[in-house]
């Protein structure tokens, strides 16, 4: 079965040309769309229902460079270990600690400015670690992007909780 990146004709790999996978995405679509398969059989509406389905889960993959990242680490053998790794460098703990009590204390103030700065920040430190994170995969170093990935993972939870607050606060 082919991988996410063969379905497309894409290079396997973290960079990816965004108007290329749209490209490929509405080719994928048009070939097997539902619609073209009207007077078809059973199972070539069922074939072409799965192809559809699964050019929609691919491009969501690949369309997300968070998926995208944790998806090329499982693609080379790397486990991400999400539930059993939980290990976190020191400056990444601290970071988190220093946002939960921002957040608390945001929080209990009600204060929209206190949670815009702590959103800009999260978006920062997302922005840098994707960075890092693409720069691992496209040197085929997946264990030490694994580690990234699970840093982006805290960073996208942690950044939904403060938009969860910002939400409450409206």
Known sequence: MQNHFELFQLPQQFTIDAAALDSA??????????????????????????????ANEAYKTLKNP??????????????????????????????????????DDARAAKDGAALDALEAAIRSE??????????????????QAAGLVRQLMFLEKFSDEVANVQDALI
């Not at 073209?36 to 699964?54: I, L």
């Not at 997302?126 to 264990?143: C, I, P, S, Y």
């Open 66 to 103: 968070f998926r995208r990242a944790a998806y090329l680490c499982e693609l080379n053998g790397v486990d991400l270990e999400v539930e059993s790794n939980t290990s976190m460098p020191p400056a990444f703990l601290m970071q988190q600690m220093e946002w939960r009590e921002a957040l």
């Open 126 to 143: 997302r922005k840098a670690v994707l960075e890092a994170t693409a720069a691992h995969l496209d040197n085929g170093d997946f264990r």
């Open 25 to 54: 995405y509405h080719e994928v679509q048009h070939r097997v769309h539902p619609d073209r398969f009207a007077n078809a059989s059973d199972s070539e509406r069922r074939v072409a229902m799965q192809w559809a389905t699964r």
